[in-house]
């Protein structure tokens, strides 16, 4: 149990005035403790996490394509009705409204 080896190792430090080899391994030690931990909380410490992750990341993917789609979508109308506009004031500056009525 990673707990258990964090505690001899911290007792092995104090006992031996606690060498760099011996901190270093405290260090490692406790960062799998938390990382551990960490993943615990999150939910994401079964074997099924990995997969998880994956698909999570498929979805968000598909999300963000969605969403450049429509915006890429209104833009396209947006540009095309403000054309529009420009021509029929065009069209009505020149008096080709006229024209097309008579």
């Given at each position: 149990m990673p707990g258990d080896v964090l505690a001899r190792l911290v007792e092995q430090g104090q006992q031996q005035g606690g060498d760099l080899v011996t901190l270093r391994a405290v260090a490692e030690e406790a960062s799998e403790m938390g990382a551990s931990r960490a993943l615990e909380r999150l939910g994401l410490a079964d074997?099924?996490?990995?997969?998880?992750?994956?698909?999570?990341?498929?979805?968000?993917?598909?999300?963000?394509?969605?969403?450049?789609?429509?915006?890429?979508?209104?833009?396209?109308?947006?540009?095309?009705?403000?054309?529009?506009?420009?021509?029929?004031?065009?069209?009505?500056?020149?008096?080709?409204?006229?024209?097309?009525?008579?």
């Open positions: 074997t099924r996490a990995r997969a998880d992750l994956d698909e999570m990341r498929e979805l968000l993917s598909a999300w963000r394509d969605a969403k450049r789609t429509a915006r890429d979508a209104v833009v396209g109308w947006a540009t095309r009705v403000v054309l529009a506009l420009l021509l029929l004031g065009l069209a009505a500056r020149l008096g080709l409204v006229a024209l097309v009525r008579g």
